[in-house]
Every structure is written in structure tokens, then in C-alpha cells.
């Protein structure tokens, strides 16, 4: 069945720093690719989505683009913030499924 | 606009005794998705409701697990009998008509159970 694998954590970074989240995942047909992002107390968010190869999501700074030759959608930020500390899920849902697989999530701590 | 609701957000509970959540979804959203989140995991989906039918329950313990959506719109998860491996985040969703390419699902903060 579908799947999904990303990096595990925990990830502390330093405020401006380059932030790289590993996503890889096993579909058959075409899926869509998502990041959601679980801020400290709150509920999951949609940060960004593609669905379908080579499409760029984007938001907030974040980008990830679908590589379908790999299989991938790693998430990318130039410079974090102390405010982007969270956890960062990767999801799939399959052709004409609605559903969600999501990875086991990547907390991420950015300091000051 | 109001986003989805769900309670209660925390309940501990001793095993073998029952327990129900309860989520409202976003107004208008045709779609309504029951989540279970265990510590350290992602998100895995217990069950998938159009309206007030079921469209995946493939993966909720039916032995102890129900559902219902009844009238379309409020949703009710309960456990009878809650074992200790049931101890996660039970978390909601909705969209709002992923059939028409609308399938953006939102979340609720969820409801946090233990159980003892």
C-alpha cells in the first residue's frame, strides 16, 4: 500500500540556517505530496502540496517540488526562525483517494 | 469562518471502560475523516465519511471502535472497551468535497486520551 518515509528527528537548527526535511514515498498511479506542519498546541496545518510531478509547492518560505524519478518531496527553508519550531509531517493520498499516509513526523527546534 | 471542533480535548480513562469523542466540521464541508495519532507517529486514518455514509473504515477495529455521522453534519467516535494501546490523539478533519478537486483537509486540535 501507500507510504511514506521522511527524516527522522529530532532536527535543532540556529536562527537563519538551512533547513532540509527527507521525503520519500511509495505509490502506485499518481499521487498528491503534502507538508503539514504541527505547531506547539495547535492542530495539523497544510503548509504546502503538489500533485503532480515536478509542480513546486510553496508557502511561508518553505518549497518542496514532487520528483517523481525519485520519488521524493523534501522539504526546503533558506533561512528558519525561532517561530518555525515544529513538527513537519509528509502525506500522500493516492489516485482518486482522499485519504491521508502520512510519515511519522520531524520535530524541528530553531534557537535564537 | 470556524474551524473544526472537537471534545473533549483531553480524557484519561481506565482500560476496559468506554469512551466517545465528538467532532463538528467546518459548515458546508461534505467530508469528515477520523484520525488516530499515536505518540511518535503520524496521523492513521480510522475512518472516511461522505455525508452521513461511509466510504473507508478499513482500517477502525470494528470489535471495539464505532462511529457515526448522523444528519451529515456532527460526527461521534467511541471506544468500548478502551484498551492501553487505544492511548493516542484522536483527531478530526473535513473537506469539502474532495470530489470536485476541493479535498483540502482541515484539522481539529484533537482529543488527547490515556488510558490507565
Known amino acids: 500500500g501507500d507510504s511514506v518515509t521522511q527524516m527522522e528527528g529530532p532536527v535543532t537548527l540556529s536562527e537563519e540556517a538551512f533547513l532540509t526535511i527527507n521525503c520519500t514515498y511509495t505509490?502506485?498511479?499518481?499521487?498528491?505530496l503534502f507538508w503539514y506542519v504541527q505547531y506547539p498546541g495547535e492542530g495539523l496545518q497544510l503548509l504546502l502540496k503538489?500533485?503532480?510531478?515536478?509542480d513546486k509547492g510553496s508557502n511561508k518560505g518553505f518549497e518542496a517540488t514532487y520528483r517523481k524519478e525519485t520519488t521524493s518531496f523534501h522539504l526546503e527553508k533558506g533561512s528558519v526562525q525561532v517561530s518555525d519550531s515544529a513538527v513537519y509531517f509528509c502525506?500522500?493520498?493516492?489516485?482518486?483517494?482522499?485519504?491521508?499516509?502520512f510519515g511519522a513526523g520531524t520535530t524541528v527546534t530553531v534557537r535564537a | 469562518e470556524a474551524g473544526v471542533a472537537q471534545s473533549p480535548r483531553y480524557k484519561i480513562i481506565e482500560k476496559r471502560q468506554s469512551v466517545a469523542f465528538w467532532c463538528n466540521p467546518i459548515?458546508?464541508?461534505?467530508?469528515l475523516y477520523w484520525y488516530q495519532q499515536i505518540l511518535g507517529q503520524g496521523p492513521k486514518l480510522l475512518i472516511q465519511?461522505?455525508?452521513?455514509?461511509?466510504?473507508?473504515d478499513s482500517q477502525l477495529p470494528k470489535d471495539r471502535f464505532s462511529a457515526e455521522r448522523l444528519k451529515g453534519v456532527d460526527s461521534t467516535l467511541k471506544i468500548q472497551p478502551a484498551k492501553l494501546e487505544d492511548s493516542a490523539v484522536y483527531l478530526c478533519?473535513?473537506?469539502?468535497?474532495?470530489?470536485?478537486?476541493?479535498?483540502?483537509?482541515?484539522f481539529g486540535p484533537g482529543t488527547r486520551l490515556t488510558v490507565l
Open positions: 478533519a473535513s473537506s469539502f468535497d474532495p470530489d470536485r478537486g476541493r479535498n483540502e483537509q482541515f
Open positions: 505509490a502506485t498511479g499518481y499521487p498528491s
Open positions: 503538489a500533485t503532480k510531478a515536478d
Open positions: 502525506a500522500l493520498s493516492g489516485s482518486g483517494d482522499y485519504k491521508l499516509s
Open positions: 459548515s458546508g464541508h461534505a467530508t
Open positions: 465519511f461522505q455525508n452521513n455514509g461511509v466510504v473507508d
